[in-house]
């Protein structure tokens, strides 16, 4: 067996079920489930309906590249979205099953074992997969903790001053996450230009997962992304690849439809790798993901929806737990008020006297530089009803 398996720990979901072993939660209190990032809005009927149009699909094998309908299509939603010129779609894009397994993958291709104890920087917390990709690839994670910060532009947001230079010397690839998970902070143009800089300087991948980049608060003000960073700053893609998924924006988390585009070097030798890997995707998802990557109304409407939640919600958390709306996503990030419990005590009390399950913040970090990032927070999916929302809401307000 692989020694690096021993090296992965237990998912923050498997954690959270062990914590929560042996407790009964209150009958009184219908259960309200908001521990995972799984969007429970309604599937759009338009991908609904393209997806089962298209089902004669499946009696063919699918390219690991696509169709290059699938690939146009996703070139021209990059180049509406981010004001940036077309993405060549024959060698800059490539779809893939969700944005889960290709960041995994990805750090198979990108680190390089021939050379002396490879590092790969993921922010902390984190999403595990980062972890898990750095270890089976053989490298070392090396963990750049997200704290609050006086300044806001450092809020919950990677600061690469703290990293030591010998460290930066071996590293291949670093994990970016913006809109952030769990914070929902954006990354800024002038923090891009940071990370630019230092991946020109020191020669590593960017993989800037940006997964939660259609959940926003404000129609005006769409969160910068990578892509758009490095053309606003004059750059090309060297380097730098971006990895979408239609889970969150579109509703379909079990469709497994996103992409990855940037440099059409590593996109090249990704691909590749993938055509040994087996992830392609299938046809009738392919004609799913046009049809929902061509639509915009169904993601505004659905923005729509969390705005509200977001709205309604945070001000009734606010005797309790230090709240306010995010940048992006759909998490709240919250810090508990009473310094005399736990995240995890926290946790528990909400499951058995509540019967609403969250997420402990230190589930989702690991202990680095002396300090558990995620400790005293606990993170807030806000992917329930509206109805379902403020009733949490109102109950932890009201048992405080």
């Known amino acids: 067996m692989n020694p690096n398996l021993n090296l992965l720990q237990p998912y923050p979901f498997q954690r959270l079920r062990d914590l929560f072993k042996g407790i009964t939660p209150n009958a009184a209190f219908k259960p309200i489930n908001l521990s995972i990032g799984e969007p429970k809005h309604e599937t759009p009927s338009l991908i609904k309906d393209a997806l089962v149009n298209h089902l004669s699909g499946l009696a063919n094998y699918p390219t690991t590249i696509g169709s290059i309908e699938l690939r146009s299509t996703i070139s021209d939603w990059i180049s509406r979205r981010y004001q940036v010129p077309a993405l060549n779609p024959e060698k800059a894009i490539l779809p893939v099953t969700g944005s889960r397994e290709a960041l995994f993958a990805f750090a198979q291709v990108i680190i390089d074992q021939t050379k002396p104890d490879p590092i790969v920087i993921s922010p902390n917390p984190f999403y595990q997969i980062y972890e898990g990709a750095a270890f089976l690839a053989g490298a070392t994670p090396y963990f750049l903790n997200t704290l609050p910060h006086q300044d806001p532009n450092y809020n919950h947001v990677m600061d690469f001053s703290s990293v030591p230079a010998d460290v930066l010397a071996r590293t291949q690839l670093v994990y970016i996450c913006s809109p952030g998970n769990p914070s929902g902070k954006v990354m800024s143009l002038e923090q891009w230009r940071t990370i630019f800089s230092l991946s020109d300087q020191y020669g590593f991948v960017i993989a800037a997962d940006e997964c939660y980049s259609e959940i926003y608060f404000d129609e005006a003000s769409p969160p910068l992304g990578a892509l758009k960073a490095a053309h606003l700053l004059g750059r090309d893609y060297k380097n730098l690849v971006v990895f979408s998924s239609l889970s969150k924006r579109s509703n379909v988390p079990g469709m497994r439809s996103g992409f990855v585009a940037g440099d059409e070097k590593i996109i090249e030798s990704f691909t590749l790798y993938r055509t040994y890997h087996g992830c392609a995707m299938n046809p009738a998802v392919q004609a799913a993901s046009i049809a929902a990557w061509n639509d915009e109304a169904h993601v505004i409407e659905n923005r729509r929806l969390y705005a509200a939640k977001f709205k309604d ?37 909400l499951y058995r006297d509540l019967n609403i399950t969250v997420l402990p913040g230190s589930l989702l970090a690991r202990e680095a530089h002396g300090v558990n990032p995620g400790e005293n927070f606990i993170r807030i999916a806000l992917v329930a009803s509206y109805e379902e929302c403020i009733e949490a809401a109102q109950r932890i307000n009201a048992h405080f």
């Open 313 to 349: 919600v945070t001000p009734l958390l606010s005797n309790v737990l230090e709240v306010a709306v995010p940048d992006a996503a759909f998490y709240l990030w919250a810090k508990i008020k009473d310094a005399n419990i736990s995240d995890t005590e926290f946790a528990v009390k």
